[in-house]
């Protein structure tokens, strides 16, 4: 595992979006293996892509962050959570490693916080979706989007901000406003945060799926032709799942999952681990939340069939090797995402692209060494 991280949790939000990418992400890729990675063999929501990988929402703070992505061959960067208007970092610390036995359950008991990052790699990441003013990020998203070369698609994504006063109305509009300034800065997809783990609230947003379908309906609405991805958490309950896709399956261009999943994470001594109110819970991603974003890809590949929907699915959580990717792709992902291996891989979308691209060429070498020769016509 490398030892510089491209998001350095030793600094604060605030340092790491003005000085990032650190890392490996600051040199350029291995030429060769770049190559590799841009040439179209595939494609998602109707659009050309190399492979269809990327950093999901989260990790890449601004253009930066997302050129350096594009760089190393991950051809799906999504330029972080945005807002209608500028909102505060929780404070510093904002990501942890966390101590996990094996798969982390959604009812699992509190989790302890480490001081070191290692192999199974698993973190806690608390920031309360900070945002700068549509003025900042406007033209950033756009400089990100425009960076984009062939093969590549960058995504903007966004989440609405409660009012003060508690109107839904006023809650809905600034879904609409958000996707309205996304949409304007020229980025090919857009995609909803549906499923913020750190915003204080019991319940996720996702989990109300009338206030979700009139959400989506509205937002669908002002981005006409430009696919909108939704983000949704872990569902435990299939009846719940399908009921959300009866909902917003057919609106929806692709559903991206999972978010983190929650977590009580203490210190060593039992204490909160992450200072501040309403911060003892936090989300929890990497390789302890794998069998969960797996579990969804197959369910939502299972309920689209038997739905006779066409949503794309963006499989998401846990993905730290070339294996992980091709789990994903097996259990029906039509693109997959990694956050905290990515983090501390920057080299993981060439060592995917590298092994990919090698099985493709063997089983086409295979089926067409297999395929009956056609005669030249001068023997016939
Ligand atoms: C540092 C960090 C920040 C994140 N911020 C967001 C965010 O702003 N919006 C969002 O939808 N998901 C956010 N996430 C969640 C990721 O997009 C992803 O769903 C989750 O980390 C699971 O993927 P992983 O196991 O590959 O990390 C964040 C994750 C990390 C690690």
């Known amino acids: 595992m490398p030892s510089e991280p491209f998001y350095d949790p030793l600094r604060s939000y605030e340092e790491n979006y003005r000085r990032g990418p650190f890392g490996a992400f600051t040199a350029p890729a291995q030429p060769a293996a770049a190559a590799v990675a841009s040439s179209p063999r595939s494609r998602f929501l109707g659009l050309p892509v190399a492979l269809p990988l990327g950093i999901p929402a989260g990790p890449l703070l601004n253009a930066n962050f997302v050129r350096a992505a594009l760089q190393h061959g991950f051809n799906l960067p999504v330029y972080k959570t945005v807002r ?26 509190r989790l302890i916080a480490g001081a070191v990052y290692s192999d199974p790699l698993s973190i806690t990441n608390s920031f309360g979706v900070p945002s700068f003013d549509p003025d ?17 698609v960058v ?5 609405g901000t409660k009012s003060e006063n508690g109107s839904v109305d006023a809650y809905i509009a600034d879904f609409v406003l ?35 379908q009139r959400i989506v309906e509205a937002i669908k609405t002002v981005l006409g032709n430009t696919p909108l991805v939704i983000k949704i958490a872990y569902f435990p309950d299939d009846e719940a799942l399908l009921h959300l896709l009866r909902a917003v399956g057919h609106t929806a261009d692709a559903i991206s999952a999972i978010n ?41 590949k299972a309920l689209r069939e038997r739905l006779g929907m066409r949503f794309e699915i963006v499989g998401v959580g846990g993905v730290t090797t070339p294996a992980d990717y091709a789990a994903y792709r097996k259990a029906g992902a039509d693109a997959v995402m990694s956050a905290a291996g990515a983090m ?22 295979r089926q067409s060494a297999a395929a009956p020769r056609e005669e030249p016509a001068h023997a016939r």
Do not use: Y
């Open 178 to 212: 958000g996707a309205r300034l996304v949409k304007e800065t020229g980025v090919r997809v857009v995609e909803v945060n549906l499923s913020c783990p750190n915003e204080g609230t019991a319940n996720l947003l996702c989990f109300d799926v009338a206030r979700t």
């Open 260 to 300: 983190t999943i929650s977590a009580e994470v203490v210190d060593a001594r039992g204490g909160q681990a992450l200072p501040g109110e309403g911060r003892l819970r936090s989300g929890v991603c990497g390789a302890a939340i794998r069998w969960a974003g797996l579990e969804m890809t197959g369910r939502l």
């Open 344 to 365: 501390w891989n920057p080299s993981l979308a060439q060592e995917i692209a590298v092994q990919s691209f090698r099985e493709t060429d063997s089983v086409m070498a």
């Open 136 to 152: 900042v990020w406007q033209p950033d998203m756009a400089a990100a989007a425009a960076s984009a070369g062939s093969g590549q």
């Open 155 to 159: 995504i903007g994504s966004f989440q």
């Open 84 to 109: 209608t208007h500028a909102h505060a970092s929780h404070a510093w610390p904002n990501v942890l490693p966390v101590q996990v036995e094996g798969d982390l359950l959604p009812s699992a008991g």
